[in-house]
C-alpha cells in the first residue's frame, strides 16, 4: 500500500455537454450504473455514492459472464460542485478529478496513483476506456 513514490497517470476528455449534466452523471448512481465499464464485457450493476467530504461510494464491477467481479470503493476528500471531486481509494490510493467548465462541453481531467500490480500503460488504457464510456453515454442522451 505504499502511494509515497506512486506514478501518477492523467486521462482526460472533452464532453459535449455543460458541466451541470457532467456532473449529475458522474455522481448519480443510477447513471454510474450505465457508463462506469471499460468495454461491453463489463457491466456496473450496482452503485453507491455519498457524495461530501468523508462520505463514501462503491461500484461494483462485474464481468458480464460472471468469470470476475470487484467492488471499486474509496471516501471522499474533497468535493466542489461542478469543479473538483478528490478521493481516497481503499487500498489508500489517492484520485483527483477536475470538472473544466468550457460553456457548451467540459473537460474532465482525472490524476491517479498507480497500482503495483499492472503496468501502468493497461492502467491509463482501462481507466481512459471507462472515460470514453462515460462521455458516450453522457453525449447521447
Do not use: C
Not at 450493476?45 to 467492488?71: Q, V
Amino acid at each position: 500500500m505504499e502511494t509515497s513514490n506512486s506514478t501518477k497517470v492523467t486521462v482526460e476528455t472533452v464532453i459535449q455537454a455543460p458541466v451541470a449534466k457532467v456532473w449529475s452523471y458522474w455522481t448519480e448512481p443510477d447513471h454510474i450504473t450505465k457508463w462506469n465499464q471499460p468495454s461491453e464485457e463489463w457491466h456496473a450493476p450496482r452503485a453507491e455514492n455519498d457524495l461530501r467530504a468523508g462520505g463514501e461510494f462503491l461500484t461494483r464491477m462485474e464481468a458480464k459472464d460472471g468469470s470476475m467481479g470487484f467492488d471499486f470503493s474509496g471516501i471522499y476528500d474533497e468535493v466542489k460542485l461542478y469543479e473538483t471531486i478528490v478521493y481516497t481509494l481503499g487500498d489508500g490510493r489517492k484520485v483527483d478529478i477536475a470538472f473544466i467548465d468550457q460553456g457548451e462541453s467540459t473537460k474532465v481531467v482525472e490524476i491517479f496513483d498507480a497500482e503495483n500490480t499492472h503496468p501502468v500503460e493497461f492502467q491509463q488504457a482501462g481507466w481512459q476506456a471507462i472515460l470514453d464510456s462515460f462521455k458516450r453515454y453522457t453525449e447521447e442522451l
